[in-house]
C-alpha cells in the first residue's frame, strides 16, 4: 500500500463578468511584466528573491490589488522566466520574455469555491464579491476532493475559473496485471486468467464522420464567421463524443483490472521514434487519444487503487509472445510466428506482450509456453461500446 496524490482540473464558467474585470486584468498583465523584466535583468530564477526585491515597489504602486496579486503574479514571472531560459538555451527564444495572455493565477487567499452553493467568491479591485457559476454534473465528484490553485481566465465565450483539484488514494500491491493494447476501433485486454477481451470503439469511423462534415461545411460556406461557428460547433461535438466515449471505456477497463489490482500500458514517452509510429502506424490511436485515453485510465484506474504500470513498447505486436521469435503478416491483421508457428491476432497479441512486459518489470518469472489460450486460438470476447450520437443532430 501506499498513497498516491490525483490532481485534476474542473472548469467553472462566471454567470456574470465581474465589475472592473478589464482593469484587474490590465494591472496584473503590468506586473507579471514588470516582474518578467526584473527577473531578466538581475537573472533571477528563486521565487523568494524575486518577491522579496519587489514586493514593497509594486504594493506601493497597486494599493486597492488584494496583496496575494503580487504572490502569485511572482509565481507566474519566475516560472515564465525559467522556462524561457531553458528555450534560450535550446536558441529557441527570441527577444525578451513577455506576459501576454489573459490569465491570472488565484491562491486560496484570492478564491473561495462553494460547489453546494454554487458561488465563487473573489477578491477583485472592489473587494471580495460573490460570483454564481454554471453548475456542470462533473463538478459534483469534486464535493470531497481539497481545493488548490486556481487560474482565471478571459475568453471571447465568457470568463473562467479553472480550479485545480486533489485527492489521496491509496494504491494498493498488484497481484496481476491486465495488459491494454490501444488501437483506433478497438481495445484489447489480456486478462490474468488467461481470456481476452475486445472493446469495440469506433473511434475511426467517429472522426471520419465529423472529418466529412468539416469537409461539406468548407466547400459549401464562404470563410467568415457563420462557417467558423458551424466548424467549431462540430469541433465541438466531436471532442465530447470522444470524452464520453473514452470516459465508458475506461469505467469498463477499471471495472476488468479491480479485481486484480494492476493495470499495464504502452509508455507513450518511448513510442515517439519507435518503428510502432512509423511502419507500424496502420490501424494505430491517434497521438492526442493515445495520451489523453492514457491519462483517464491512470487516474480512474488510482481512484479505484489499481496500479497503473507502463511498459516499454517497442516490437509488442512484431515478437511472438510465446518464444519471442519473429511474427509475420499472416492475413488481415493475423500474424503468425516464424519460429514456432503460433498464430493470433494483432491486437491479442500486442495486449499479451504488454502484460508479459508488465509481470516482467514486476519480477514475475512466467512460465514458459503457458498459452492463455481459453478463447481457441486466442479469439477475444468483444464489446460494443455506445456512444452519444450527435453526428447529425
Ligand atoms: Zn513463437
Same mark, same amino acid.
Given at each position: ?13 462566471? @454567470? *456574470?463578468?465581474?465589475?472592473?474585470? +478589464?482593469? %484587474? &486584468?490590465?494591472?496584473?498583465? $503590468?506586473? /507579471? ?67 501576454? @495572455? *489573459?490569465?491570472?493565477?488565484?491562491? +486560496?487567499? %484570492? &478564491?473561495?469555491?462553494?460547489? $453546494?452553493? /454554487? ?275
Amino acid at each position: 500500500m501506499h498513497s498516491e496524490t490525483i490532481k485534476l482540473t474542473a472548469k467553472f464558467k462566471l @454567470k *456574470e463578468i465581474p465589475e472592473g474585470l +478589464d482593469d %484587474l &486584468f490590465s494591472a496584473y498583465r $503590468e506586473i /507579471v511584466n514588470f516582474l518578467i523584466t526584473y527577473a531578466y535583468k538581475s537573472n533571477i530564477t528563486s521565487f523568494k528573491r524575486l518577491k522579496k526585491e519587489t514586493y514593497k515597489e509594486l504594493r506601493e504602486k497597486y494599493p486597492q490589488l488584494p496583496s496575494h496579486y503580487i504572490y502569485t503574479a511572482c509565481q507566474m514571472a519566475t516560472s515564465i522566466y525559467k522556462s524561457y531560459r531553458k528555450r534560450k538555451r535550446k536558441e529557441k527564444a527570441n527577444g525578451e520574455p513577455v506576459f501576454k @495572455k *489573459e490569465v491570472i493565477m488565484l491562491d +486560496d487567499h %484570492l &478564491f473561495k469555491l462553494d460547489l $453546494e452553493k /454554487v458561488i465563487i467568491k473573489l477578491s477583485t479591485l472592489k473587494g471580495r464579491t460573490s460570483f454564481e457559476f454554471y453548475p456542470a454534473k462533473y463538478h459534483e465528484k469534486f464535493r470531497d476532493w481539497k481545493v488548490g490553485q486556481a487560474w482565471l481566465i478571459k475568453t471571447p465565450k465568457g470568463v473562467f475559473i479553472n480550479v485545480v483539484f486533489s485527492k489521496e488514494v491509496e494504491i494498493g500491491e498488484p497481484f496481476a496485471f491486465i495488459g491494454v493494447d490501444l488501437n483506433e476501433n478497438n481495445v484489447t485486454l489480456a486478462l490474468p486468467n488467461g481470456e481476452f477481451v475486445q472493446i469495440i470503439t469506433h473511434e475511426r469511423e467517429i472522426r471520419t464522420g465529423y472529418f466529412v462534415k468539416r469537409k461539406k461545411i468548407q466547400k459549401k460556406l464562404k470563410a467568415g464567421k457563420r462557417r467558423r461557428e458551424l466548424l467549431e460547433k462540430y469541433g465541438r461535438r466531436e471532442r465530447n463524443r470522444l470524452n464520453d466515449l473514452y470516459h465508458k471505456l475506461t469505467n469498463k477497463i477499471v471495472e476488468l483490472a479491480e479485481k486484480y489490482g494492476g493495470i499495464a500500458l504502452e509508455d507513450l514517452s518511448e513510442i515517439r521514434d519507435s518503428i510502432r509510429y512509423s511502419a507500424e502506424m496502420n490501424g494505430r490511436l491517434h497521438r492526442w487519444s493515445f495520451r489523453k485515453l492514457q491519462s483517464i485510465i491512470e487516474y480512474k484506474a488510482k481512484l479505484k487503487g489499481v496500479r497503473v504500470v507502463f511498459v516499454n513498447p517497442a516490437h509488442t505486436s512484431s515478437l511472438c509472445p510465446m518464444c519471442g521469435g519473429k511474427l509475420s503478416s499472416n492475413g488481415h491483421r493475423a500474424l503468425k510466428c516464424e519460429n514456432c508457428g503460433f498464430e493470433a491476432g494483432r491486437d491479442v497479441i500486442g495486449s499479451w506482450n504488454i502484460r508479459l512486459r508488465a509481470l516482467k518489470m514486476w519480477g514475475v518469472t512466467v512460465p514458459p509456453k503457458s498459452p492463455p489460450m481459453k478463447t481457441g486460438g486466442g479469439k477475444p470476447t468483444r464489446y460494443e461500446i455506445n456512444t452519444l450520437h450527435t453526428i447529425n443532430g
